[in-house]
C-alpha cells in the first residue's frame, strides 16, 4: 500500500506544462515549459507566467493555451523556462530605436483615477514606446498617447511596468495595432492657417454641459487647433464641433498651458473619419501647399 502512495506521489509531482504566451506589443508567440508544477491544468491556464520577449524584455501574461506533458523527453528537464520557440524573420516587429520624443499620455488608472500627463519616450518601435511616468499605472490598463510633434493620438495598453525611482516608473506602451509611422517628428499632412468661426458642445470639467464660440487657428484633415476655449475641457474628452449646418465629434487630445503662447488652445482630433466640416475650396488649399 505504501508503494503504491509512493508511486501515486511520485506521478503528481513531477508534472511538466507546455504554456503559450504572446507578447503583448506584438504577435509574437513564446512556448515556456513549466517544469514540477503542482498546478492542474486549469490553474496554469489561469495564472500569469513571466516569460522573455527578444525585443522588450520581462513581460507577464496569460497562457493562449497549454497542455500537459506526460512524460519529458530526454533534453527538456534541462530547457529554460523562459524558453521560446524560433520565429522567423517575418513574424519579428520593428526594432527598438532609442528615441526622445515629447509626448503626453492620459487616460485612468486604477490606483491615481484620471490623469495626464507630459514625458517622453526612451525607446519606441512600429508597436509602442517606452515612456517615464509618475502616475501610477498597471498592466493591461487602457491609456492614450500623443505625439507632441504632430499631435496625433493612438490608444494603447500598459504592457510593461519598471520602478525607476520613488517617484518614476517605466511604463511599456502597446499600441492596439502597429503603426509603424506614429513616432515622426514632423505632421503626416501641413495643417492650413485658417481662422473658422465654430460652435462647440460638450460638457465641462464640473459635469455641465456648455456651448462655447471660438475660432480655428489652423486645420487639417483630420483635426484642427481650436482658440477660445480656455481650460473648459480637457484631454481625453469628445466635443461636438458645428461650422454652419455641418458637425463633427472630435476629441480633445491637448489643452495649451497657462503662461504660454498656446494658453486658451486646445488640439482636436476628428473622430468620424469620412467628414470635412471645414470645406476649404481647393484652390485655397493648392495655394497654402504652393507656399
Known amino acids: ?97 532609442s528615441l526622445r520624443m515629447p509626448v503626453v499620455v492620459y487616460g485612468w488608472a486604477k490606483n491615481q483615477g484620471a490623469f495626464h500627463e507630459d514625458t517622453h519616450t526612451l525607446l519606441v518601435n512600429g508597436s509602442g514606446g517606452l515612456v517615464t511616468l509618475s502616475a501610477k499605472v498597471e498592466v493591461g490598463e487602457a491609456l492614450f498617447v500623443v505625439n507632441k510633434n504632430t499631435h ?15 517617484s518614476k516608473t517605466k511604463v511599456g506602451l502597446a499600441f492596439k495595432r502597429p503603426v509603424p509611422g506614429f513616432w515622426r ?10 481662422k473658422i468661426q465654430v460652435w462647440v458642445r460638450g460638457v465641462d470639467r ?12 489652423d486645420i487639417g484633415q483630420s483635426g484642427a487647433r481650436l482658440d477660445g476655449l480656455g481650460y473648459l475641457t480637457g484631454p481625453g474628452e469628445i466635443v461636438q464641433v458645428k461650422r454652419g449646418w455641418r458637425k463633427a465629434r472630435f476629441r480633445v487630445v491637448w489643452i495649451g498651458q497657462l503662461g504660454t503662447s498656446q ?26 501647399k504652393a507656399k
Open 263 to 288: 494658453a486658451n488652445q486646445i488640439g482636436i482630433c476628428c473622430l468620424e473619419g469620412n467628414k470635412d466640416i471645414w470645406r476649404v475650396p481647393p484652390s485655397e488649399s493648392e495655394t497654402h
Open 1 to 97: 500500500m505504501s508503494q503504491k502512495s509512493t508511486e501515486a506521489q511520485g506521478r503528481n509531482v513531477g508534472k511538466n506544462y507546455a504554456v503559450r504566451l504572446r507578447c503583448p506589443y506584438r504577435d509574437e508567440d513564446s512556448w515556456v515549459i513549466l517544469q514540477n508544477r503542482t498546478e492542474t491544468l486549469e490553474q496554469v491556464l489561469r495564472t500569469p507566467w513571466d516569460f522573455e520577449c527578444s525585443l522588450h524584455g520581462v513581460q507577464q501574461e496569460m497562457p493562449l493555451e497549454a497542455s500537459e506533458q506526460e512524460f519529458p523527453r530526454a533534453p527538456e528537464p534541462r530547457a529554460n523556462p523562459a524558453q521560446r520557440s524560433k520565429l522567423r524573420p517575418e513574424q519579428r516587429s520593428s526594432k527598438r530605436a
Open 152 to 166: 496625433e493620438e493612438q490608444e494603447c495598453r500598459v504592457a510593461f511596468v519598471q520602478q525607476e525611482s520613488e
Open 185 to 194: 517628428s514632423n505632421p503626416r499632412k501641413a495643417r492650413m492657417a485658417k
Open 206 to 217: 464640473s459635469g455641465n454641459p456648455f456651448v462655447q464660440s471660438a475660432h480655428t487657428i
